[in-house]
């Protein structure tokens, strides 16, 4: 899920300070501050405004490439896509599409799991060619452009032996994973990902067809700040940069497990839930059950193979894994269990889910007994374990609201080859789909909550089902920011009503 392309090169705009690394090829997201208009009346005009940027319509040669999502399942034909190459070219296109009454989405690495980063007959805003980076390595500060996908961010800070945390899948958006909560090897050590998340550069719609950027901080519209902190896909604006807090990072030491065929699963599930979520806070596990494997993998944070086999062993006296270690810096580990997208199915459908407390017999027989039926190989159960840091919210807090959960479940379901048919001409589309709606009812008693990076169409309240208690906080924080509704789409945040009901 793993590309490293898309490289913007663009001149770097910041200016460095004491102890800044400005990494070549890699550069600023366009002049801070630049805007279309400031706060002003409601009735304010603004000059029409011209799409800037690089430009793709339907006429165009690389429309299909362009449109194409991760995700094949799901096909949109938009009006226009604009590729970002500054600050500017997002507050144009949000002008120029709030006067010409145009639906707007927002794209990073295009891995919106239900197509909800198109729309067919609107504007895709996409940022993934803003590729900034500026790294303090006095203050451990990273600033960096919104387009960078995890791959990128994780090498770029590994050279600098530095570290947040992300998912672990490369070619996911890391603005879109930081926004909606963040989480991977590095959680139970460094909280989720957006617990790092400092500041951010976002376009908002200013009065009635107008765009401005803001400077999100802990200081400065901090509530801003604090709901894009798991609730900031495509809810509030449009994130142009973002400002990590880093961590030091020399290396890690990577294990993978394998058991061949599913006659472990009762004894390695239920020694991962014991093990895994209360383990050192350095340890981060995930399992993944196929219908012919189940894997662990786990990272320790600058930790010997010794001190993670020990960790682990609970779990690796099941049955007779297969295991191997790697000891490296975070970065080569991570481009190493890359699998490039080609090699990847074509179309997916997820379900997402969270649980407080160990799973019963009867809860992992499920997963068996519907891992066994699973429709391809590439289908799977995967967890993560929480617990460690993800209990200990950052200072002013996030929109994420799922602290004390034990780990986090989903449900996959990969089939299909990669082309520009869409996904619901395949054959196997039916069986698929029908697969996971059964399974994630037959999980429903013993899990609760959902994630919003992997959205369950279909689920009733799913606005506390993402966001639990923090959801009309966030509305609050959306009449402010986008009264006029303008960023929404399947389950968008809808604005609080002042005075007057939202549609």
Partial sequence: MHDFSRRGLLKATAVAGVGAVVVPGITAAGAPGASAATKGPEDEKCPPAELTGRIVRPEDPGFTDARLGWDQLFAHYPLVIVFAQNTQDVVNALTWARQNDVAVRVRSGRHALEGWSNVDNGIVIDISELKSVQIDTASRIATVGAGLNQLEAVTTLAKQDLAVTTGTEGSVGLSGATLGGGFGFLTRWLGMACDSLVGAEIVVASGAECAKVIKASLNDDSDLLWALRGAGNGNFGIVTSLTYQTAPLKFVTYVQATWDGLGDL??????????????????????????????????????????????????????????????????????????????????????????????????????????????????????????????????????????????????????????????????????????????????????????????????????????????????????????????????????????????
């Fill in 266 to 503: 009762q004894g390695v599930f239920d020694a991962w839930q014991r093990t895994g979520p209360t383990a050192d806070d350095r340890l981060g596990t995930q399992l993944e059950v196929h219908r012919n494997q189940i894997l662990l993998f786990a990272v320790l944070a600058e930790g010997s193979p010794e001190e993670a086999k020990k960790l682990l062993a609970p779990i690796l006296s099941v049955g007779s894994p297969k295991v191997s270690t790697q000891v490296g810096n975070w970065g080569d580990v991570y481009a190493g269990f890359q699998v490039p997208i080609t090699a990847e199915p074509a179309n997916w459908k997820f379900f997402s889910q969270f649980t407080g407390k160990p799973f019963p017999k009867e809860a992992i027989s499920v997963i068996g007994s519907f891992m066994q039926n699973a429709p391809t190989d590439d289908s799977n159960y995967f967890t993560q374990a929480f617990g460690g840091a993800v209990r200990r919210p950052p200072r002013c807090g996030t929109a994420f609201p799922h602290r004390d959960a034990l780990f986090y479940g989903e449900i996959g379901a990969g089939w299909g080859t990669r082309g520009t048919q869409p996904g619901v001409c395949d054959p196997l589309t039916p069986q698929a789909q029908a697969w996971t709606a059964e399974f994630s009812q037959a999980m429903r008693p013993y899990v609760n909550g959902a994630y919003v990076n992997v959205p369950n169409v279909g689920m009733q309240n799913w606005e506390t089902a993402y966001w639990g208690p923090n959801f009309d906080r966030l509305r609050e924080i959306k009449a402010e920011y986008d009264p006029h509704n303008v960023f929404q789409y399947e389950q968008s945040i809808p604005p609080a009503s002042r005075g007057h009901e939202h549609s």
